[in-house]
């Protein structure tokens, strides 16, 4: 069965970095695009970032844009969120997401890492 | 962007109820909707996509209707384990957007 395992949150300063990873095992990992889905304490679902299978296509929502880079290293299985920049909006639990094939919905989450923004 | 908004925020029902939740779209986004359960510190359940596909696993109580603009997941008879809060999100655009949630909670 395909699973995802998140790790790399943490506590940060406001205008800091943090690299979030999320290692892939149970499917053909070069198959699938990719998200990140965040949710602040309290709050509801946000998606962030889609990368496809191969790499060659990323989007962000707009409140991410230009300061979080979605990767993957298919070689190793294991997708990364770059997030530079970070704000205290930013606080959040964030999800790795695996998508259907062919369908962008998320069919199998990992148990989310929390980063905290804050001084 | 896709705007979704999801109705009523708070539903409050008995076990054995018929549960209707609503989602509408900013703009026609055709039948690429679905539906997730999340319950509280837990990772969110995919349950309905393309508005009407059941995912395997998933009870046959839960059901999805609708297109273009207008959603709706059903609970046919609610069960205890169906307390949760509910999700609609759409994927018409190569954005995903998520509606802000429905609670069901035990009347």
């Known amino acids: 069965e395909a699973q995802v395992l998140e790790s790399g949150g943490g506590l940060v300063q406001p205008g800091g970095s943090l690299r979030l990873s999320c290692a892939a095992s149970g499917f053909t990992f070069n198959n699938y695009a990719m998200s990140w889905v965040r949710q602040a304490p309290g709050k509801g679902l946000e998606w962030v970032s889609v990368?496809?299978?191969?790499?060659?296509?990323?989007y962000y929502a707009d409140s991410v844009k230009g300061r979080f880079t979605i990767s993957r290293e298919n070689s190793k299985n294991t997708l990364y969120l770059q997030m530079n920049s970070l704000r205290a909006e930013d606080t959040a639990v964030y999800y790795c997401?695996?998508?259907?094939?062919?369908?962008?919905?998320?069919?199998?989450w990992g148990q989310g890492t929390l980063v905290t923004v804050s001084s | 962007d896709i705007q979704m908004t999801q109705s009523p925020s708070t539903l409050s029902a008995s076990v054995g109820d018929r549960v209707t939740i609503t989602c509408r779209a900013s703009?026609?986004?055709?039948?690429?909707l679905a539906w997730y359960q999340q319950k509280p510190g837990k990772a969110p359940k995919l349950l309905i996509y393309e508005a009407s596909s059941l995912e395997s696993g998933v009870p046959s109580r839960f059901s999805g209707s609708g297109s273009g603009t207008e959603f709706t997941l059903t609970i046919s008879s609610l069960q205890p384990d169906d307390f949760a809060t509910y999700y609609c999100q759409q994927y018409n655009s190569y954005s995903r957007t998520f509606g802000q949630g429905t609670k069901v909670e035990i009347k």
């Open positions: 990368i496809s299978g191969s790499g060659g296509s990323t």
């Open positions: 997401v695996k998508e259907k094939l062919v369908r962008p919905v998320f069919d199998y």
């Open positions: 703009q026609s986004i055709s039948s690429w």
